[in-house]
């Protein structure tokens, strides 16, 4: 029989596009922050969510994990149309993706390992409090940490550190996709290229779909695939970076081509 490639890990079960965003609309009172939106997301890919602030990029992920209910429009996760079902029919799909937040989010109260335990915890009961520790402590390795740090509280670490302890504990149910909201933010350059590689090893190994929110330019041309650019209510554009510099909109201009932008481009050159 010839040789076939095995499948990676996920492929068997993730559709393609894994998230398809269709007319979203979001408004709080009169401010309307999406209006008819539209985004889908290939699998296996790390998109790079860009846009002013306050265009709604974190509206946007919250929107397509579940925890934002939009005003209009359709949002499909995983095969499962997520602005359709209620919390407990979420259950199923909620525990395919991991999100790290702004900041990481992590329990004061808690360690780093018991930090990551919390979604085992959650989603699967079952797990016996050794296996559960277990688990545990080979995300907290997998995210980069040293091992000590599976007893440390959130206060103990660096702000780099913090950032992995999130990372670990979204990867904690083995995720499908990955939400990242502005992973290296608040980071000095070389922790963030640190952490742009693992975001990009770890998506390799495991199989990852990324969603990256980011103002981080370096982050962009190093790690991401497409980067859909968020401006005028909607994704005005998304492509590869040359592709989005062919558009000629002017916020991609003024952000591609600003001092900024040449300096990371030229980095990546050097
Ligand atoms: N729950 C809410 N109630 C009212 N307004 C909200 C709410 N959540 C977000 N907004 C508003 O929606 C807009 C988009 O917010 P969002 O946090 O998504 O922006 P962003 O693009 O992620 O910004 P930044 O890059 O600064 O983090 C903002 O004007 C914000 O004030």
Same mark, same amino acid.
């Given at each position: 029989?010839?040789?076939?490639?095995?499948?990676?890990?996920?492929?068997?079960? *993730? !559709?393609?596009?894994?998230? #398809?965003?269709?007319?979203?609309?979001?408004?709080?009172?009169?401010?309307?922050?999406?209006?008819?939106?539209?985004?889908?997301?290939?699998?296996?890919?790390?998109?790079?969510?860009?846009?002013?602030?306050?265009?709604?990029?974190?509206?946007?992920?919250?929107?397509?994990?579940?925890?934002?209910?939009?005003?209009?429009?359709?949002?499909?996760?995983?095969?499962?149309?997520?602005?359709?079902?209620?919390?407990?029919?979420? #259950?199923?799909?909620?525990?395919?993706?991991?999100?790290?937040?702004?900041?990481?989010?992590?329990?004061?109260?808690?360690?780093?390992?018991?930090?990551?335990?919390?979604?085992?915890?959650?989603?699967?009961?079952?797990?016996? !409090?050794?296996?559960?520790?277990?688990?545990?402590?080979?995300?907290? &390795?997998?995210?980069?940490?040293?091992?000590?740090?599976?007893?440390?509280? !959130?206060?103990?670490?660096?702000?780099?550190?913090?950032?992995?302890?999130?990372?670990?504990?979204?990867?904690?149910?083995?995720?499908?996709?990955?939400?990242?909201?502005?992973?290296?933010?608040?980071?000095?350059?070389?922790?963030?290229?640190?952490?742009?590689?693992?975001?990009?090893?770890?998506?390799?190994?495991?199989?990852?779909?990324?969603?990256?929110?980011?103002?981080?330019?370096?982050?962009?041309?190093?790690? *991401?695939?497409?980067?859909?650019?968020?401006?005028?209510?909607? #994704?005005?554009?998304?492509?590869?970076?040359?592709?989005?510099?062919?558009?000629?909109?002017?916020?991609?201009?003024?952000?591609?081509?600003?001092?900024?932008?040449?300096?990371? &481009?030229?980095?990546?050159?050097?």
């Amino acid at each position: 029989m010839p040789y076939t490639e095995p499948e990676a890990p996920h492929e068997r079960f *993730c !559709p393609d596009p894994p998230i #398809v965003v269709s007319g979203l609309v979001n408004r709080f009172g009169d401010f309307t922050v999406h209006d008819g939106l539209d985004l889908e997301v290939r699998r296996g890919e790390i998109i790079g969510v860009v846009g002013g602030s306050g265009t709604g990029k974190s509206v946007l992920m919250r929107s397509i994990i579940g925890l934002q209910r939009p005003t209009a429009g359709d949002i499909d996760v995983l095969g499962r149309r997520i602005t359709d079902t209620d919390l407990d029919q979420r #259950v199923g799909v909620r525990r395919r993706w991991g999100v790290l937040f702004q900041g990481g989010a992590l329990f004061s109260t808690l360690t780093v390992g018991e930090n990551v335990e919390v979604p085992l915890k959650e989603f699967y009961p079952e797990i016996s !409090p050794k296996l559960r520790r277990e688990i545990a402590r080979y995300k907290v &390795l997998l995210s980069g940490l040293p091992e000590e740090a599976v007893l440390k509280y !959130p206060n103990e670490l660096s702000g780099g550190m913090k950032k992995r302890a999130g990372l670990a504990r979204a990867l904690a149910l083995d995720p499908e996709l990955l939400f990242l909201d502005e992973p290296t933010a608040g980071l000095d350059p070389i922790g963030a290229a640190a952490f742009d590689r693992q975001t990009r090893d770890l998506k390799e190994t495991l199989g990852l779909t990324v969603f990256l929110i980011t103002h981080d330019l370096d982050t962009l041309y190093e790690i *991401c695939d497409r980067v859909a650019v968020l401006a005028d209510k909607k #994704v005005i554009a998304v492509g590869t970076i040359p592709e989005l510099l062919e558009t000629r909109h002017p916020w991609i201009d003024e952000y591609f081509n600003g001092p900024r932008g040449r300096s990371a &481009l030229a980095a990546r050159r050097a």
